[in-house]
């Protein structure tokens, strides 16, 4: 099923591609029907993402359903208890690894977490490997136990830390996911790993009516927005989030919008002081008056068409909602 969904995607991102290629977006019609497409594409690889995080927190429930006659059975030599409190394993052969910080003092029922979520490391490794745009699988417990493939090392993590504090496991945690969805980071967040800015497909956990945790899929930003759009445009292209904040942006489009190069060295530095991008990378506090103006103009719609004045040039924008995360991409063209 799997195999099946990449290549329905493939498909329609050469497709897309080509009609690019052809019309050369000269056309509204033509455009409209481009942008149809490639963000259909999106959609469509985003919910086999969040699909594979839905059946890793079911297999999950079921570890913990079984874990009285499984963890038993394991081998678990493996696992060292450190003199700074971190208990930790790791199979460097398929490259998973599991560490309890020590947020919660590592007793026998912390333990049993780490044992008991083996049983859904070779689900881990193929979320990971069949998948291009992943770069990440993970379990995350309330007792701060972090499953993951690919492997970290226990070096990453501060002793006694809590792992459960971060963004990406309270979205999906009782306390804000009353319903007990499965949900979106749809604000780009940086990987606490540094791997730059990230989104992650999320799964709460329960058993016997318990929260137990939060299973999740991560996708670098980088890597999805490179592979969705075309070469062609990219350089006219910005996507933005839901508060106007700039998620990507091509070099065109960033000067139109008046938002700092996004690779910028000193732009890397500031995104380790905040989890979130600063104001400067809003196009609601662009630097630029009339682009503040269009702002919200842009925001409120699912898709259509803008005119725009920037340093003494007309642009015509194209504008459509990505509805899965709440995005807006923008295609910047200048006007005739």
């Known amino acids: 099923m799997k195999a099946e969904k990449t290549a329905y995607f493939i498909y329609c991102i050469l497709v897309f591609v080509m009609i690019t290629c052809v019309t050369g977006c000269s056309d509204n019609t033509d455009r409209d029907a ?15 993402v969040m699909d594979d995080a839905q059946n890793l927190s079911k297999a999950l429930s079921r570890a913990y359903a079984n874990a009285s006659s499984y963890v038993p ?56 490997s069949d998948n291009p745009f992943v770069i990440q699988a993970w379990y995350l417990s309330k007792e ?17 830390s809590d792992l459960t504090d971060y963004l990406f496991y309270n979205l999906a945690a009782p306390y804000k996911n009353f319903g007990r969805t499965k949900v979106w980071t749809k604000e780009p967040y940086v990987d606490p790993a540094g791997r730059g800015w990230m989104i992650s497909a999320l799964a ?12 999740g899929v991560d996708i670098a930003v980088e890597n999805i927005i490179e592979q969705y759009i075309p070469a062609a445009i990219k350089s006219r292209i910005i996507v933005i989030d839901s508060r106007g ?23 890397f530095e500031m995104i380790y002081q905040d989890t979130f991008r600063s104001d400067d990378y809003s196009i609601l506090k662009s630097r630029k008056r009339a682009v503040r103006k269009l702002a919200r103009a842009i925001l409120n719609s699912d898709k259509g068409f803008f005119e725009l004045e920037s340093d003494g ?7 459509q909602k990505i509805s899965s995360l709440d995005w807006t991409i923008i295609e910047v063209d200048k006007g005739q």
């Open 34 to 48: 481009d942008f149809d497409l490639m963000i259909g594409s999106f959609n469509y690889e985003l919910s086999v």
């Open 73 to 128: 059975s394991i081998d678990k030599s493996g696992y060292r208890m450190f003199e700074n409190g971190i208990f930790y394993s790791a199979d460097h052969d398929i490259n998973v690894s599991v560490i309890a910080s020590g947020y919660v003092p590592v007793d026998d029922s912390v333990k049993e977490v780490a044992y008991l979520t083996q049983a859904v490391d070779p689900l881990l490794v193929s979320i990971v």
């Open 144 to 160: 701060s136990v972090c499953r993951l493939s690919p492997a970290m090392s226990r070096h990453e993590v501060v002793p006694g």
């Open 204 to 215: 709460p956990v329960y058993y016997n009516d318990q929260f137990c945790g939060v299973a």
């Open 245 to 267: 904040s700039t998620v990507w942006s091509g070099a065109q489009a960033g000067k139109v919008f008046g938002i700092p190069e996004l690779r910028d060295h000193k732009y």
């Open 313 to 319: 040039e007309s642009y015509s924008l194209f504008v």
